[in-house]
């Protein structure tokens, strides 16, 4: 295979997508230091955490990987070449780019409100766990002092806020997926070491539920639900183009 034609025959918009992740990335490992920094200003922190959250953030945050973990850009990029390339001569470079952003800030949006439900809950677990209490007393407890705007409990609760951080494309990249598998349902896909074709819409479905479940049960630091969240966006956007007739890029400018 001829790598240079490989990378020619690549459409721009998905190009320039896998140019600018794989730069910052790069940025980011060769500089640790202006690394830290990038997530810092342009990772996506939780909107409650006063002075960390920027609006630019639901954009910038899905163009950063962890540079400690080569897996994770690696996949993203892998999916983004695999998929994207086709999905863009398809859909045309403009209608893919609108679609992969849409997805990236909904899961960014998503990523937000799950937070927002989520983050009292997240705290009085951990702090009732290093205390040794059970649920139930921490969070009398807690609400209690918030109440009282006991200064170290909102001191507490201010940096675990701050400390709520997300990166990376994988949100736009699930919605790539789903969308090569509502343009192309029956195509075979091969997932690695699994010498056995399944059809794209069985394994997107496959995907969704995995993530959901790991999502619903602690999925560690990553963002299962945003994953979900790129999906669901980009099935609005799916449903409404199969509903014009347009889903195979025909008729739209």
């Known amino acids: 295979m001829n790598l240079g034609n490989t990378w020619r025959g ?3 918009v998905t190009k320039n997508l896998i140019l ?9 490992m060769v500089f640790p230091r202006f690394g830290v920094t990038l997530v810092d200003k342009l990772g996506l922190h939780f ?15 899905m163009f950063l990987h962890d540079s400690h973990k080569f897996l994770h850009i690696f996949f993203n ?38 937070w927002a439900l989520t983050w009292k809950h997240e705290y009085i677990t ?30 507490a609760v201010a940096e675990m806020k701050s400390s709520m951080v997300t990166i990376g494309a994988s949100g736009a990249i699930f919605g790539l997926l789903l969308g090569f598998a509502m343009t192309f349902p029956n195509m075979p896909l091969y997932l690695f070491f699994i010498p056995v074709p399944i059809k794209a819409k069985y394994m997107v479905i496959g995907y969704a539920v995995i993530e959901f479940f790991l999502g619903v049960n602690g999925g560690g630091t990553i963002a299962h639900f945003a994953h979900l969240g790129g999906m669901l966006f980009g099935l609005a956007i799916l449903l409404y183009w199969k509903k014009k007739g347009t889903l195979r890029g025909n008729g739209f400018y």
């Open 47 to 61: 909107a409650g955490a006063v002075g960390a959250f920027n609006p630019i953030q639901i954009i910038t945050y």
């Open 10 to 12: 690549i459409p721009p």
């Open 77 to 114: 990029m892998f999916t983004l070449w695999m998929f994207g390339r086709i999905l863009e001569q398809v859909w045309g470079s403009k209608r893919f780019f609108l679609f992969y952003m849409v997805c990236g800030i909904g899961a960014a949006l998503v990523q937000e409100a799950v």
């Open 20 to 28: 600018i992740n794989i730069l910052l990335w790069l940025v980011e």
């Open 126 to 155: 951990e702090i009732a766990r290093l205390n040794g209490l059970t649920y139930q007393h921490m969070s009398e407890v807690v609400t209690q002092a918030l109440a009282d705007g006991d200064t170290r409990f909102l001191s």
